[in-house]
């Protein structure tokens, strides 16, 4: 399953600073499961809820988009598939590269045990914290004791609790890690968002990527 679910809006993002935000984006690959789990009835373990974000908050770009010499960091392909199983993850979709730059692929969890299924779309890109600031898409809460420079965001939806992008400005671009909701459970925003930052907090420790 490929869930891209940020990358029309990160593609216009980089591009072009004018462009409007895309309404009621659909991954092309999604399909309807009548498939059930069985852990989706066990009660999931309690996660940490989410904090308000000081008002007016300042974020700053670790990254030089305008920098022809700027390399991406790959999140896709550096890991082989056993080193993705060390921490409980697998790639599920081919690896995607474009002029944005953007390098994108999706990837789930080996073993879900939390009841919250789903895939991630894992990219980094060039997009700033404040296109996605002014065009409405930045979640203004955090979870308490977290690097700081970690943010979420979202994209409107009609099913707003569907997904969560869990991203973190890096010298070599924005690590972006969307979780989206596909199981028969009916997850929290703040269980979605958690579910995003455990798993960029696993690839980037896994990497190296600061």
Not at 52 to 57: A, D, G, H, I, Q
Not at 85 to 94: D, F, H, Q, T, Y
């Amino acid at each position: 399953m490929r869930t891209r679910i940020l990358t029309a809006l990160v593609a216009c993002g980089v591009a072009v600073s004018g462009c409007a935000p895309p309404q009621g984006i659909q991954s092309a690959d999604s399909t309807t499961t009548e498939e059930t789990y069985p852990f989706e009835t066990w009660e999931s373990p309690p996660k940490p809820s989410m904090i308000p974000l000081p008002p007016n908050r300042e974020y700053v770009e670790a990254f030089d988009k305008d920098d022809p010499n700027n390399t991406l960091y790959d999140l896709c392909d550096t890991f082989t598939p056993e080193e993705l199983a060390e921490i409980g993850l697998e790639k599920i979709s081919p690896t995607s590269r474009d002029s944005s730059p953007m390098i994108d692929c999706g990837m789930s969890e080996v073993h879900t045990t939390d009841g919250i299924h789903g895939a991630f779309s894992v990219s980094t890109h060039f997009a700033q914290y404040s296109f996605l600031r002014d065009h409405g898409l930045i979640i203004d809460a955090t979870f308490p004791g977290i690097d700081e420079r970690i943010y979420f965001s979202n994209l409107p939806r009609e099913d707003e609790n569907a997904h969560c992008d869990a991203a973190i400005s890096t010298p070599h671009g924005r690590i972006s890690i969307t979780f989206g909701h596909t199981g028969k459970a009916t997850p929290t925003k703040d269980e979605l968002c958690w579910k995003a930052y455990e798993t960029l907090e696993k690839l980037r420790t896994k990497g190296g990527f600061q």
